[in-house]
C-alpha cells in the first residue's frame, strides 16, 4: 500500500526515518509526491500556521485524507486546529509500535475509499463534495466494519434512504439476511403490534393465519425504520424492550422468538430537540445512535448539482440518447434553491427533458415557466442566507474584517484549483486574477515544499 509523506519543520526530520521504518516493516511505502489520490502524512513540530495553511490545501476541504504526526507533546487546542484545517486524524509518535497503529490507519482507509470509489456506490449515490464523501465514508466504514445501530438524520429529499440500502448492501456479516423497510407513518396505532411482532392466528378478529413482523422478516438482516420520530411513546418503549433483550413475542403467543437483525433508523426531525422536549425517549435514542450519519442539505454540495443533474438525465432517457446540459443550464441550476433536495431536483431535470426536444442540449427554454426568473432578476445571488450565516459566525468568533477576507480569498482558491484539476492558468481565469496572483498566494505551500526538500538533502 501506497502514502505521501511530507517533513514540515526540519527538526522534525529524525521522526521521518523511525516512522519510514516502521511502516516499512509494515508494508506501506512512502513517497514525497503528494497525490491526492493518496492518503499522506504529514510530520510536523509545531502546528504553525504554515503547517494548517499546508493540511488546509492539500486536503482539498477533507476530500484528502491526511495524518498529522508529531514527536512533541501538542496541546488539545493545537489538535483542534488541525482537525479543523483538514487532518483526518492527529498522532503523537512513542515509538516503533506507534508505527502499527498508524498502518492499521492508512489501510483503514484505504479500505474504505475502495468501497467508496466502487461503482456500487458512484453510480447510486453521486457526488464529489467533501460533506458528501465523508457522509459517504462514515456510512461505508460503519457498514462494513462494524454491525452498529446507524441513525440516519437529515432534511427530506437528502438521500436518506439511499443510504440506508447502501449501509446494509456493505454489510459483511456471512449470511445476511434481507433488507426490511418499515415506514413508521404508515403504522397504525391499532395493528403497531403485527407490524413489529407479527401474530398467531385468531390473535384478534380477523387474524385468519399467522404472520411474520418486521422483527421476523428483518431477521440476520437489516431493518430500515423510516421516519422513527413519528413513532408514538408506547411503540418506542416496545422497540427499545425489543433492541435491549433481541427476543420478542407474536402478538397472542408465547414462544419467545430471537430478533437479530441490524438496525438502521431514519428521521427528518431533530430527535435532540425532541428529547429535550419529551416527545423521544432518551433511552431508546442512545440505543439507536450507535453511529449518527448526518446527509447534506443540498445547499450544502452546491458543486454536486451538475453532476446529479446529469445522471438523472440519464435516468430519466434511459435507454435513448441522454442530452447535454448547456452551461447556462448549469449556472442555473446550481444557483437555484431546492426546498426539497435532490428530491427536486430530479423533479425539475425530469420536467425539462419532458419540453425537450431533439438531439441538442437542454437549454433555458427547457426550463418550465413557473421555474423561470421574474424579468431580469437572474437567480445568481451567491450571497445568501449560508453565506450571511458563516460571516456572522467569524464575526461572533473574533474575527477582523482582514482576516475574514483572507479566509474567503484562500478557500475561493483551493476550490477552484482542486477543480481545475491544478492547472493555475486556468483557475486564475475563473477567478479574474493573473497566474503570477496565485502563485504568490500559494507561497505558504511552496515554503513548506522547500523544508521537504531541504530535509531530504539532508
Known amino acids: 500500500m501506497h502514502a505521501w509523506c511530507v517533513v514540515l519543520d526540519c527538526e522534525a526530520g529524525d521522526l521521518k526515518s523511525a516512522l519510514l521504518g516502521s511502516l ?31 493540511i488546509r490545501e492539500t486536503s482539498n476541504g477533507g476530500t484528502s485524507r491526511i495524518l498529522a504526526v508529531t514527536d512533541r507533546p501538542i496541546a488539545d487546542e493545537d489538535v483542534w486546529k488541525l482537525l479543523h484545517s483538514g487532518s483526518s486524524d492527529v498522532i503523537c509518535w512513542e515509538g516503533a509500535h506507534t508505527g502499527h497503529h498508524i498502518a492499521a490507519r492508512l489501510e483503514r482507509w484505504a479500505a474504505v475509499e475502495q468501497l467508496v470509489s466502487s461503482p456500487l456506490v458512484t453510480e447510486n449515490l453521486v457526488g464529489q463534495s467533501s460533506a ?70 385468531g390473535a384478534y378478529t380477523g387474524a385468519l393465519g399467522s404472520r411474520e413482523g418486521a422483527f421476523a422478516l428483518a431477521a440476520g438482516g437489516t431493518l430500515f425504520l423510516d421516519e422513527v420520530g413519528e413513532l408514538e411513546p408506547r411503540l418506542q418503549a416496545q422497540l427499545l424492550r425489543v433492541i435491549q433483550e433481541k427476543t420478542y413475542k407474536r402478538v397472542g403467543g408465547n414462544t419467545w422468538h430471537r430478533a437479530d437483525f441490524r438496525l438502521v433508523c431514519a428521521t427528518s426531525r431533530n430527535l435532540k430537540a425532541e428529547l429535550k422536549s419529551g416527545h423521544f425517549r432518551a433511552d431508546l435514542y442512545y440505543r439507536i445512535a450507535s ?37 447556462s443550464v448549469e449556472r442555473h441550476l446550481i444557483a437555484r434553491e431546492y426546498p426539497g433536495n435532490v428530491r427536486d431536483l430530479r423533479q425539475l431535470v425530469t420536467r425539462m427533458i419532458t419540453r425537450h ?92 515544499s522547500n523544508r521537504i526538500s531541504r530535509t531530504e538533502a539532508a
Open 24 to 54: 516499512t516493516t509494515a508494508g506501506i511505502s512512502l513517497t514525497t509526491d503528494v497525490r491526492r489520490d493518496l492518503s499522506g502524512i504529514v510530520i510536523f513540530g509545531q502546528a504553525a500556521p504554515e503547517t494548517l495553511e499546508f
Open 132 to 201: 458528501w464523501l465523508r457522509l459517504l465514508r462514515q456510512a461505508a466504514e460503519t457498514a462494513a466494519f462494524s454491525d452498529a445501530s446507524v441513525l440516519i438524520m437529515g432534511e427530506t429529499g437528502t438521500g436518506k434512504e439511499l443510504l440506508a440500502r447502501l449501509i446494509h448492501t456493505l454489510d459483511q456479516r456471512s449470511g445476511k439476511g434481507d433488507l426490511v423497510l418499515l415506514d413508521s407513518t404508515t403504522v397504525v396505532a391499532e395493528l403497531s403490534g403485527s407490524e413489529f411482532f407479527g401474530h398467531e392466528r
Open 291 to 327: 453511529c449518527v450519519c448526518q446527509t447534506v442539505p443540498l445547499s450544502q454540495r452546491r458543486e454536486d448539482i451538475p453532476l446529479l443533474a446529469k445522471h438523472f438525465v440519464k435516468q430519466v432517457c434511459q435507454h435513448e440518447l441522454s442530452p447535454e446540459l448547456d452551461p
Open 357 to 448: 426536444a431533439g438531439t441538442g442540449p437542454l437549454t433555458l427554454a427547457d426550463i418550465p415557466e413557473d421555474e423561470r426568473p421574474s424579468g431580469d432578476a437572474a437567480n445568481t445571488n451567491w450571497g445568501g442566507l449560508e453565506f450571511e450565516a458563516s460571516i456572522r459566525k467569524a464575526c461572533m468568533l473574533g474575527a477582523g474584517m482582514k482576516e475574514i477576507g483572507r479566509a474567503a480569498e484562500a478557500t475561493a482558491v483551493r476550490i477552484i484549483i482542486a477543480e481545475e484539476d491544478g492547472k493555475l492558468s486556468r483557475a486564475a481565469a475563473r477567478l479574474g486574477v493573473t497566474e503570477r496572483a496565485l502563485q504568490l498566494r500559494r507561497s505558504a505551500q511552496r515554503a513548506a
